[in-house]
């Protein structure tokens, strides 16, 4: 994708200037580095590490967070939890590796299958919606608290470049993913998935999806019987029972 094309169309809308005020204005030097870099990353493999020439695998317990697109959600049927939000009804009655009743919709779900690897990880879990939430939710906790320093993200290969940015420029490294089907593959059709129309479920190359799958599975360490999600704003924090030693909840990073 041509990224001055894209900071031009998203100049004037809310995300643009969002991102300006929060990250490019109070930190001029290192967001034009996040742009020299994001050319450097080749969109073209199904699976990108960011920075380009780093190693974007590597989780670090509570400082990570794993996010994935809300185009992923089932849609026949659909997911309970409704399509364009940050929710997901299995996840928020998870409780260690005891499931719940899973609604048919979830028993096939790829987020329900991420999210609970998560957990095991002691990631956190973010479901992502728009390009503004994102920044909000997590860039700038990244940049102004250190909350998070590692990621992994499933997303189209329309935003690669535009994310890229945003982790670089937060200080974050990452692994990202991108989907095989369905996803934005032009300006128009993101924007409306970014306003939360989005009429294509979106689809992990098999290939990709298992390596996703072994990359948080290594990083588990099998949370103790009753760990679950805490949900905090719009984002899934894994949590030991009460009483045990040591909490993964936000991995003791400020908040």
């Known amino acids: 994708m041509n990224m001055w094309a894209f900071c031009l169309n998203s100049l004037f809308r809310e995300y643009g200037w969002l991102f300006f005020r929060r990250m490019a204005l109070p930190h001029p030097v290192k967001t034009a580095k996040a742009f020299l870099a994001s050319g450097a990353i080749d969109p073209s493999p199904g699976v990108i590490d960011v920075p380009a020439a780093g190693r974007g695998e590597g989780l670090e317990g509570g ?21 364009a939000n940050h929710d997901c009804m299995y996840l928020e009655n998870l409780a260690g590796a005891e499931a719940p009743d899973a609604h048919l919709a979830c028993r096939e ?39 998070f320093s590692a990621g992994v993200f499933v997303l189209c290969r329309y935003s690669l470049r535009p994310f ?71 984002i899934f924090y894994a949590e030991e029972p009460a009483g045990t030693t040591e909490s993964r909840c936000r991995g003791g990073a400020a908040r």
């Open 164 to 234: 890229s940015v945003g982790l670089l420029a937060s200080g974050m490294r990452g692994r990202l993913f991108t989907f095989e089907s369905g996803d934005c593959r032009d300006y128009r059709t993101w924007l409306q998935a970014d306003r939360g129309i989005k009429d294509e479920q979106t689809a992990i190359a098999d290939g990709d999806r298992e390596l996703l799958m072994g990359l948080l599975g290594g990083a588990a360490a099998g949370p103790t019987p009753g760990a679950r999600f805490v949900r905090e704003g719009n």
């Open 63 to 83: 400082r990570s967070v794993v996010g994935v697109g809300f185009c992923l959600k089932p849609m026949d049927p659909p997911c309970p939890s409704g399509r």
């Open 109 to 147: 779900c790829t987020i329900r299958e991420i999210g609970t690897e998560a957990l095991r990880s002691g990631a956190a879990f973010y479901v992502m919606t728009s390009a503004k939430d994102i920044l909000l939710d997590v860039f700038a906790p990244a940049l102004d608290e250190r909350r």
